[in-house]
């Protein structure tokens, strides 16, 4: 069981430093600078400190909550990528 974990914990590691590794390279800041209160989500009054991310908001908030998971942030972040 602790090995399990251990793995677990090493995978999410590396998908986060992925994420942060993306977003120094797009446009957009990283997802854990724009969370400032830590929540797990990006709110649209912690996004509306990045005018890309502001265009594309409503876009990218897939389940129409208001506010932007990770998942959310990488998916419409590899968008932008893709358009240049």
Not at 54 to 76: P, S
Request: hydrophobic share 45%; glycine share 4%.
């Amino acid at each position: 069981m602790k090995k399990t974990f251990v793995i677990l914990l090493s995978v999410c590691a590396l998908a986060l430093t992925s994420t942060v590794a993306m977003a120094v390279e797009s446009k957009l800041p990283a997802f854990e600078k724009l969370d400032v209160d830590q929540n797990g989500s990006i709110s649209t009054e912690e996004a509306s400190s990045c005018e890309a991310l502001m265009g594309c908001f409503v876009k990218a908030d897939a389940d129409h909550d208001g506010q932007l998971t990770l998942a959310e942030y990488v998916t419409i972040e590899a968008d932008m990528k893709q358009k240049g």
